[in-house]
């Protein structure tokens, strides 16, 4: 951890059991795999309206996927009903689970012929042993591509019934569907398979969109959440938990569990937990489906709790939820003791909701009290000039692809960057704030050509979501609006803290309290997944325009000083990132693994062992 104490030199501490560890490339894919189950049933042989059959189409649109993943990432492929005229065994693995090999996909596709039956129970249920386990025990998104034009006319083993068996069977394994010219049953059925494995149904009317679908699926497989961490089991009660030291942790929780953590704390330092679930992307999820975390004390004393809801029925996305335990000024609270606490995480789901165990990325990190005689300055809890209305950059945006997560957001800083995004993706950035500065920006979802849907109004929508350092979730406190519809038009959302300040910790909001570090705030950036339906193109494009305003202070402490300008080679100014004694910007962000024993997994979660410049202050009422 690194503890950075206002008026002392910056002391570097490793992280428990090892040196940091760097997450996976982006492109990497990392510990995911794909296997496409390519429908090869006698139906795919019939015209797709455009003169060419069905299984013509399906060929293009394979070949287009194959184009568009990365070197060497696991895809396999599986057909079923290519082998003989009748038969409800008639499934086969044409190109086992293993590193890409464009051509030879391609060629497997060109030589499959549809002839038979469509065994789809039995196809998904050898499709999952297909795919390779993730080594040493990580997580990696193993994703299930299914294609086809039709409903299982075999009845067992019967389709939903083993999507759903799957999708509990482990973490990380997601099946999608993609339904070629199909309606009533046989798309009933695909939806079914779909939400009970943890995925995506896919509607594809035409050729067209039959290769945009598949891509949109593919990608997702290959940009899953990159996690870091130390692995960990959570108990159901406080007796037996895992005792942690600050850093950064792995686990996985079931819908209606709880998982304890024990932690020692002292009676003078604040402490900082959050706690991520990532599910899969569009998985079904209900409005209200939550994360709760609270800290325990004692038999039966609490230290404050928080919850992180989905807001919305489209689909999963990553949710965080985060609480501190923060001494009061005199030290009298109860929660000020020193002695054994407990972090606790809940998950709350609806019925119909995902019942897969999710991955769960911890991160716990503890912040010193200021040196005796530092006085630290007033809080800062209005919006000022980084309100709603505040005037952002403009120009040429430059291009930025931003990260999987936490552990590989990109960091972007002031300016206007240009990404893509795909339906039920979210992307991340990370901006460096120092001490009496404040993050502001705007998100712009691009206007974008859209499907035929005959005259009917079809909505999706846009978020975006503010983290402080500590992984704090911002609300906006009123000033700004985290969403958005999206219909393919132009639209539009803004998002911002309040200036870093110590002793913001002290205040009531929510959107106050926890800006009281600097460090690197994160952006998340999510469309929903709805957005599949609208769109033509197989991504959305998305503008963020970002500005950090305010000159950065030295430190924490009344009339610091106007921290030196950081510049490059150049001459060109250089973002607030990590520096040392009074003029620190308090958080870290320093990517370090908790332990010897540190994984890099990938679905498709750091410790941000995070030291800061901390001090003591009152019990959080909330995510402080």
């Keep these: 951890?690194?503890?950075?104490?206002?008026?002392?030199?910056?002391?570097?501490?490793?992280?428990?059991?090892?040196?940091?560890?760097?997450?996976?490339?982006?492109?990497?894919?990392?510990?995911?795999?794909?296997?496409?189950?390519?429908?090869?049933?006698?139906?795919?042989?019939?015209?797709?309206?455009?003169?060419?059959?069905?299984?013509?189409?399906?060929?293009?649109?394979?070949?287009?996927?194959?184009?568009?993943?990365?070197?060497?990432?696991?895809?396999?492929?599986?057909?079923?009903?290519?082998?003989?005229?009748?038969?409800?065994?008639?499934?086969?693995?044409?190109?086992?689970?293993?590193?890409?090999?464009?051509?030879?996909?391609?060629?497997?596709?060109?030589?499959?012929?549809?002839?038979?039956?469509?065994?789809?129970?039995?196809?998904?249920?050898?499709?999952?042993?297909?795919?390779?386990?993730?080594?040493?025990?990580?997580?990696?998104?193993?994703?299930?591509?299914?294609?086809?034009?039709?409903?299982?006319n075999c009845g067992a083993p019967r389709p939903c019934e083993v999507a759903e068996r799957l999708g509990k069977e482990g973490v990380g394994l997601r099946i999608d569907t993609v339904g070629f010219q199909v309606k009533g049953a046989a798309r009933e059925q695909l939806e079914c398979i779909a939400a009970a494995g943890n995925g995506r149904y896919y509607d594809a009317p035409d050729a067209d969109s039959l290769a945009r679908q598949l891509q949109r699926a593919s990608q997702l497989s290959v940009d899953g959440y990159r996690f870091r961490g130390e692995r960990v089991t959570g108990t159901a009660a406080g007796a037996g938990a895992p005792v942690l030291a600050p850093g950064q942790y792995l686990d996985t929780i079931g819908p209606g569990e709880k998982r304890y953590y024990a932690v020692d704390l002292d009676a003078a330092s604040t402490a900082d937990f959050s706690a991520t679930a990532v599910p899969q992307p569009g998985a079904a999820v209900d409005t209200f489906d939550a994360m709760r975390t609270s800290i325990a004390y004692g038999t039966d004393s609490s230290c404050g709790s928080e919850t992180a809801h989905f807001s919305q029925k489209e689909g999963a996305t990553p949710l965080t939820s985060a609480i501190a335990r923060i001494p009061s000024a005199r030290g009298t609270s109860r929660c000020d003791r020193a002695g054994r606490y407990w972090l606790v995480v809940e998950r709350e789901t609806k019925k119909g909701s995902?019942?897969?165990?999710?991955?769960?990325?911890?991160?716990?990190?503890?912040?010193?009290?200021?040196?005796?005689?530092?006085?630290?300055?007033?809080?800062?809890?209005?919006?000022?000039?980084?309100?709603?209305?505040?005037?952002?950059?403009?120009?040429?945006?430059?291009?930025?692809?931003?990260?999987?997560?936490?552990?590989?957001?990109?960091?972007?800083?002031?300016?206007?960057?240009?990404?893509?995004?795909?339906?039920?993706?979210?992307?991340?950035?990370k901006v460096p704030a120092g001490w009496?500065?404040?993050?502001?920006?705007?998100?712009?979802?691009?206007?974008?050509?859209?499907?035929?849907?005959?005259?009917?109004?079809?909505?999706?929508?846009?978020?975006t979501q503010l983290f402080t350092p500590a992984r704090f979730p911002l609300t906006g406190g009123g000033e700004f609006n985290p969403t958005t519809l999206y219909s393919g038009r132009p639209a539009a959302i803004g998002m911002g803290g309040v200036p870093v300040a110590w002793t913001n910790r002290y205040e009531n909001g929510a959107q106050v309290r926890p800006v009281h570090a600097g460090g690197d705030f994160y952006i998340s950036v999510t469309l929903g997944a709805r957005a599949a339906d609208i769109a033509r193109n197989?991504?959305?494009?998305?503008v963020l325009r970002v500005s950090v305003l305010g000159d950065e202070l030295a430190g924490p402490q009344h009339n610091a000083p106007v921290a030196a300008k950081k510049v490059d080679k150049k001459g060109n100014p250089i973002s607030a990132g990590d520096s040392g004694g009074t003029g620190g910007a308090g958080w870290t962000g320093i990517a370090a693994a908790a332990g010897a024993?540190?994984?890099?997994?990938?679905?498709?979660?750091?410790?941000?062992?995070?030291?800061?410049?901390?001090?003591?202050?009152?019990?959080?009422?909330?995510?402080?």
Excluded: H
């Design 1 to 152: 951890m690194l503890a950075l104490v206002a008026g002392a030199t910056p002391a570097v501490a490793a992280p428990p059991g090892g040196a940091p560890a760097a997450p996976e490339p982006s492109g990497a894919g990392g510990n995911g795999s794909l296997v496409m189950v390519l429908d090869s049933s006698g139906s795919m042989a019939d015209d797709d309206g455009t003169g060419r059959s069905r299984m013509e189409s399906a060929r293009t649109a394979v070949g287009t996927v194959v184009d568009g993943l990365p070197d060497g990432y696991p895809t396999g492929l599986r057909v079923y009903g290519a082998d003989r005229a009748r038969g409800c065994m008639d499934t086969r693995l044409v190109k086992p689970v293993r590193g890409l090999d464009r051509a030879a996909l391609k060629q497997a596709v060109a030589a499959v012929r549809p002839r038979g039956d469509t065994p789809i129970g039995l196809s998904l249920r050898k499709a999952a042993e297909d795919l390779p386990r993730p080594s040493g025990g990580a997580i990696g998104t193993r994703t299930i591509l299914l294609v086809s034009d039709g409903e299982d």
């Design 354 to 429: 995902d019942a897969a165990r999710w991955p769960l990325e911890l991160v716990y990190g503890v912040e010193e009290p200021l040196k005796k005689g530092v006085t630290p300055a007033q809080s800062q809890p209005e919006y000022g000039k980084g309100g709603e209305d505040a005037v952002l950059p403009s120009g040429d945006p430059r291009d930025v692809r931003g990260g999987t997560g936490f552990n590989d957001a990109e960091e972007i800083g002031r300016g206007v960057w240009r990404d893509r995004i795909l339906p039920a993706q979210t992307l991340w950035y």
């Design 436 to 463: 009496g500065q404040q993050v502001r920006y705007d998100v712009e979802f691009a206007n974008e050509p859209t499907v035929e849907r005959g005259g009917s109004a079809t909505y999706s929508y846009g978020a």
């Design 538 to 542: 197989p991504q959305v494009g998305v």
């Design 597 to 624: 024993g540190a994984v890099v997994v990938v679905i498709a979660g750091l410790v941000f062992v995070r030291g800061r410049r901390g001090r003591a202050a009152q019990t959080t009422r909330g995510s402080a």
